[in-house]
């Protein structure tokens, strides 16, 4: 019982939450047909600030009147990417998803921003653009463009807006807005067309209207030095132009603010410092003109009264003072061929004065808009080529006007607004259309009011409202506009949607005049008062004015004013005409392009916060269409949404389909529909889409959903309590492995201790299991530790002590290893390196603990060859020879060839030594370099032993017993040698030690050699 009361309970407050704010799409309201239930879907949300409602995808907005906290960063961040229905209605939301669309589908868009003024068209307009320019990615090569687009703003506002009754800020021109986006999605380059520019505003306000903004921040903004040359002074009571209205200040705006504002952003668009001055001369001269004042003369000529004014404007504008003062006085008229001069009357001097104005301010604005759309071309041809790019249009125009008194401007933007209407009604059916079919689902006709009839009404060739003014405007004779509206009776009584006073009946006759013709349009009925029609359409400038002007040396006005136009005869189109065109234009740019809406509101007329004016609104949702809107897209379905989005939303409210569906999605919403109950013509199902025709429908699913929620909840903590329990299980489970993991390490660590312990008591034993773990280990660490321990040279003697164990092993290892070292070593070694060697080994062997002077000589390396001689010796060296008697000491040369030695002095030979025939070589064991070199004396060739000493005694006696191959015959005596001396004789050398090396006859006639103790 409680749980039902609950689930009510939070039914209730869900349908109150829907009572109090309304819904967000009007496609969701019960009575779509019913106006009441419109605008009170549109209070209810007002009152809680919700200012965007959609209509399918238009956007419904109502101007708050104050700062709402809903466009900054963040917001711009919530929207971006996000799907149109998944989140609140927004500007944001219909620019991020009119962006997405270009760059997905690749396909140009565009924003009709529509509403009657004051409704936030413009406001809207620059929400879009920032919005843009902040969340696009910026292009390096145009990093200012975004910079440019919403500098041009201001700059727009200040010469195209101007302070109504109904708006401050009131733009007073129709502007339509490209902006190109690169292949990146990066906004490259911008275009700007502007319509029907409110040019009467210039000469003449209403009462508590102003003149356009510009005019004012000149005044209180300019610096005084300009001020004065521009001949002006602050005070905007001084001026004609600016006292009409009795409004010269605005409580809401700051002139001198937006002054600086607008003077910051004109170089931004390009504007060079002489452009910006020229542009000045050109308003001021228009405050001027409108001081130039005219009198009458006696014989009704008019005289101009200012001269001054003539003076300032001639160096303002360039021209020639005269000529303009003539020129403002008089027409030229050409009449069969022939030119004439008449003098105008004082009123016509007043509106030639005011049409130049006019023309003045009007063309400079368009200067102004060409020269914005220079600066935000696309400079690069690359991006002129470039395939990727696309555009987004926006579009803000004046809505449907209807005013206590409408004119030909009226008639105009009800005419542009029944285009548009047009566009609307066909892009929206063919986008209804293009679904159905995507989804496979068949058409139902629409029934829709076509509005053909009525834009028929006013633009057929020769038929049309616009042709009948422009042929009375051209016939000969007396034409006012009263004889236009006779023709318009005549052309058009019977008309379903044409009335005037005469053709009206009794009761429609009763709130006409008789200056006025009335047309029905598609958002209601509108009187027009035909009063001016005739003269702005022709929006004449006389000839001799245009000629003036086309001499100017201002540039502006150059461009301006052309001299074509003063030499071409041919009749410019008519004001209403042009404005036709260029709005079949924009309906060919709009038609080429995927358009969104929005559509703009004006809660009161006080531009209050909070206020609701009920009769107000309804008279703008009636003359927006809005509910001719509603109606066509009501007409087939209510509702449309994704198969997965639906799903995802509703699969609580079937068991078969909650927590998940995992067959096709379609299969799934069609389970899901059937267990809501859905009757077959409540619903379809398209390819990737279900269509809901009724929203009642949908409430019921989505109230269902609301009372399913607290179960949903439930089972929510139930899942959240079995998630708890199974992650407990996981969490247990985990450590206790763990645990066992450890105390499984902890065993087998224990293992392997009490194995090597009983190993180490029994390593003495023969290999045995006891021990052979322990044995194990204590090879394979010595081998580990043994190759990283291995002898790097040959004559690194260490080597790791083995353990008895290997030490066998131990033992064959390092000699294999030294043997291969040594093998390495040997294989490295050079040649004369090898031959060095040799002589060493020879010299070990020879000398070796037998002399004393070997071990010195161990360090020094023997040399492979001291002298060259013409023995091709192998070496040579310095010796004393000792004659055998007197023991004479003679500098000598030995030389050692292949098969001889042979004693030189200088470059003769004293004595050659057969190695043959050599018998022995006699050295002692001291540190001494005496060698005796024992040959026979009886062969003749040789001179027997000889007795030489050598400084490098081991070396050379190496040498030459290596040569002689007589290395067994060299003795070492301890004390003395004998030698033979000629004819059997003896001589001894006596070997001794002493204190230094001497060499000299001793007693008994031996040689006594002392040789240096070595220590
Ligand atoms: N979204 C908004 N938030 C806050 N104020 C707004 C918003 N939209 C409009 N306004 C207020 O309303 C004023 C009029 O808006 P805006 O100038 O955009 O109207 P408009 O539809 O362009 O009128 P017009 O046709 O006269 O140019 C703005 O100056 C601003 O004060
Ligand atoms: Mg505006």
Request: glycine share 6%; with cysteine; hydrophobic share 35%.
């Amino acid at each position: 019982l409680v749980s039902l009361r609950r689930v009510r309970l939070v039914m209730e407050s869900a349908l109150t939450a829907r009572d109090r704010v309304g819904v967000q799409d009007f496609v969701l309201l019960e009575n779509y047909n019913s106006e009441a239930a419109f605008i009170e879907n549109l209070r209810r949300r007002f009152r809680e600030n919700l200012i965007y409602t959609y209509i399918g995808s238009v956007l419904v907005s109502v101007n708050p009147y104050k700062e709402l906290e809903i466009y900054s960063k963040p917001q711009m961040e919530r929207y971006r990417g996000v799907s149109f229905y998944e989140i609140s209605p927004h500007i944001y939301a219909v620019s991020d998803n009119t962006y997405r669309a270009m760059r997905t589908e690749r396909k140009d868009q565009c924003i009709l921003i529509s509403g009657e003024s004051g409704a936030g068209k413009t406001e809207a307009s620059k929400k879009i653009l920032l919005y843009y320019a902040v969340t696009c990615p910026t292009n390096d090569h145009m990093a200012a463009l975004g910079d440019r687009l919403l500098q041009s703003n201001p700059v727009l506002e200040a010469f195209g807006n101007a302070k109504t009754l109904r708006n401050d800020n009131s733009s007073r021109f129709g502007k339509y807005m490209d902006v190109q986006f690169d292949f990146r999605g990066a906004p490259v380059g911008g275009h700007i067309l502007n319509y029907l520019l409110e040019k009467s505003r210039v000469v003449h306000q209403n009462h508590g209207e102003r003149n356009f903004h510009i005019f004012y921040q000149l005044l209180d903004g300019g610096e005084d030095d300009l001020l004065i040359t521009l001949d002006l002074e602050r005070n905007p009571q001084k001026y004609q132009y600016l006292v009409k209205g009795n409004c010269p200040r605005l409580s809401s705006v700051s002139d001198k603010n937006n002054w600086k504002v607008v003077m910051k952003a004109l170089p931004v668009i390009g504007f060079t410092e002489e452009e910006v001055q020229k542009l000045l001369n050109i308003i001021a001269s228009v405050l001027h003109l409108g001081n130039t004042q005219f009198g009458e003369g006696e014989e009704g000529e008019t005289y101009i009264t200012t001269e001054t004014q003539i003076h300032h404007l001639s160096k303002l504008m360039g021209v020639d003072g005269s000529a303009l003062g003539e020129a403002l006085t008089h027409k030229k008229l050409t009449a069969k061929g022939e030119e004439m001069i008449s003098p105008l009357s004082f009123e016509q001097a007043l509106s030639a004065r005011d049409a130049l104005a006019k023309a003045v301010y009007g063309r400079t604005f368009t200067w102004l808009v060409e020269k914005i759309n220079q600066s935000l071309a696309l400079k690069d041809e690359l991006y002129h080529s470039s395939k990727g790019s696309s555009v987004i249009g926006l579009l803000d125009i004046y809505g449907f006007e209807v005013l206590q008194h409408n004119s030909f401007e009226q008639f105009c933007i009800n005419y542009c607004n029944e285009k548009l209407q047009q566009l609307f009604i066909e892009l929206t059916l063919r986008s209804e259309q293009e679904e159905y079919e995507t989804e496979g689902i068949a058409w139902e006709t629409v029934q829709y009011f076509d509005n053909k009839i009525i834009c028929d009404l006013i633009e057929e060739k020769h038929k049309g409202i616009i042709s009948i003014l422009d042929e009375e405007c051209l016939r000969p004779g007396e034409t006012c506009d009263v004889s236009f509206l006779e023709k318009l009776e005549d052309a058009l009584g019977g008309h379903p949607h044409f009335v005037t006073h005469k053709l009206a009946n009794g009761k429609t006759r009763r709130v006409m005049s008789r200056e006025e013709f009335r047309l029905l349009h598609y958002a209601g009925e509108v009187n027009y008062n035909v009063n001016g029609f005739l003269d702005k359409n022709n929006d004449s400038l006389n000839r001799n004015l245009k000629e003036v002007m086309c001499q100017s040396d201002n540039q502006i006005l150059q461009h301006c004013f052309r001299r074509e136009e003063v030499i071409d005869q041919k009749r410019p189109e008519m004001a209403a005409t042009q404005f036709k065109n260029s709005l079949m234009k924009l309906m060919e740019i709009l038609m080429s392009k995927e358009p969104s809406y929005v559509r703009c509101i004006k809660p009161n007329d006080a531009k209050q916060p909070g206020r609701f004016d009920e009769v107000l609104v309804r008279h703008q949702v009636k003359y927006l269409g809005l509910m001719e809107n509603l109606r066509v897209r009501r007409a087939g379905f209510a509702y449309r949404r994704r198969f997965e989005a639906f799903l995802q939303r509703y699969k609580p409210l079937c068991p078969e389909t909650w927590p998940n569906w995992h067959g096709r999605l379609s299969d799934g919403v069609s389970t899901l529909v059937s267990h809501l109950g859905y009757k077959p013509e409540e619903y379809k199902l398209g390819r990737s889409k279900i269509f809901i025709r009724f929203p009642k429908t949908l409430f019921t699913t989505e109230d269902a959903l609301e009372a399913k929620k607290p179960e949903i909840g439930c089972l929510g903590v139930l899942y959240m309590h079995v998630c708890v329990c199974v992650v407990i299980v996981i969490q247990s489970g985990w450590r206790g492995m763990k645990a066992r993991r450890r105390a499984k390490r902890r065993r087998q660590a224990a293992e392997l201790i009490r194995r090597f312990i009983k190993g180490f008591i029994y390593r003495h034993e023969e290999y045995c299991p006891e021990n052979e773990y322990f044995l194990d280990h204590v090879r394979y660490s010595f081998l580990k530790n043994l190759r990283q321990n291995l002898p790097k040279s040959v004559l690194d003697k260490n080597w790791p002590t083995p353990p008895p164990l290997v030490a066998e092993a131990s033992e064959h290892l390092r000699r294999m290893h030294m043997r291969n070292m040594t093998l390495k070593y040997c294989r490295r070694v050079q040649p004369e390196w090898k031959k060095q060697m040799m002589q060493k080994v020879e010299a070990s062997k020879i000398f070796k603990d037998q002399k004393d002077s070997y071990p010195q000589s161990v360090g020094r390396l023997f040399l492979d060859s001291s002298h060259v001689s013409p023995f091709a010796s192998q070496y040579g060296v310095s010796v004393i020879k000792y004659d055998r008697r007197g023991f004479k000491p003679r500098p000598r040369q030995l030389l050692l060839t292949n098969t001889f030695a042979v004693l030189v002095d200088r470059t003769k030979i004293k004595q050659r030594m057969d190695y043959s025939a050599m018998r022995g070589i006699s050295v002692s064991s001291l540190s001494d370099g005496v060698f005796v070199v024992h040959m026979p004396s009886e062969d003749n060739k040789q001179k027997g032993d000889v007795v030489l000493h050598c400084s490098h005694v081991i070396e050379l006696v190496t040498k030459l017993a290596m040569m002689a191959n007589k290395v067994s015959y060299v003795n070492i005596s301890p004390g003395s040698i004998r030698f033979a001396v000629a004819r059997g004789k003896e001589g001894i050398i006596d070997f001794v030690r002493g204190s230094e090396l001497k060499v000299a006859k001793g007693k008994r006639g031996h040689l006594l050699v002392v040789s240096q103790r070595l220590y």
